[in-house]
């Protein structure tokens, strides 16, 4: 059966916007949007973990990418995604379920505003421990080695960044590609 799932990769650090825009994309787009914070949280709510999780919620959110992405689903897998094995799974979800992948880091390029979003954002996921500017500053966070779309929310509403970026996926694939050519 073939199918027009795509693998969509959303990373960046806390606060730039990332759930946000994985949210209104999967509406807009009818995917699945796969959270690795819900994971987690769900893992210490357990009793199996404790925070900080580790490699847990990845390898989970690993298995549940690539058996969407089997169902021909579109998967929106949203996570920091700080290292370069994290980017390197998330993709092999990708190419073992025969699909596309995009990887999209999602930045704030303006640091008082990225600060703000920070320091007054609330829990959405209860129980969940959000870290300060401090600790989002110090985090260990590898540069991406591949091509990627780089999407800056600075100064941007919610439903601009969503449009930038359905126009840089647009700009990536023509309609005789087989895949969504209208996102």
């Known amino acids: 059966m073939p199918s027009n799932a795509v693998l969509l990769v959303i990373g960046g650090l806390p606060g730039t916007g990332k759930t946000t825009l994985s949210r209104l994309l999967a509406a807009r787009i009818h995917a699945v949007h796969l959270r690795v914070d819900i994971i987690e949280q769900a893992l210490v ?101 591949r091509e990627h779309i780089v999407l800056d929310t600075a100064g941007d509403e919610p439903e601009e960044s969503l449009n930038s970026l359905l126009h840089q996926l647009d700009r990536l694939w023509l309609p005789a590609d087989g895949l969504p050519g209208t996102w």
Not at 70 to 76: F, H, K, S
Not at 122 to 138: C, F, K
Request: charged residues 25%.
């Open 45 to 145: 709510r357990s009793g199996l973990a404790r925070h900080p999780v580790g490699p847990a919620g990845y390898v989970v959110g690993y298995a549940l990418t690539e058996e969407h992405l089997r169902q021909g689903l579109t998967v929106i897998a949203e996570s920091v995604n700080p290292l370069t094995v994290t980017r390197d799974s998330w993709r092999d979800a990708g190419v073992r379920a025969g699909v596309p992948v995009v990887e999209v880091e999602v930045i704030c390029s303006d640091p008082a505003e990225h600060r703000h979003r920070v320091t007054s954002r609330s829990v959405d996921i209860p129980g969940l421990p959000l870290p300060d500017w401090q600790q989002v500053r110090r985090r260990d966070y590898e540069p991406w080695n």
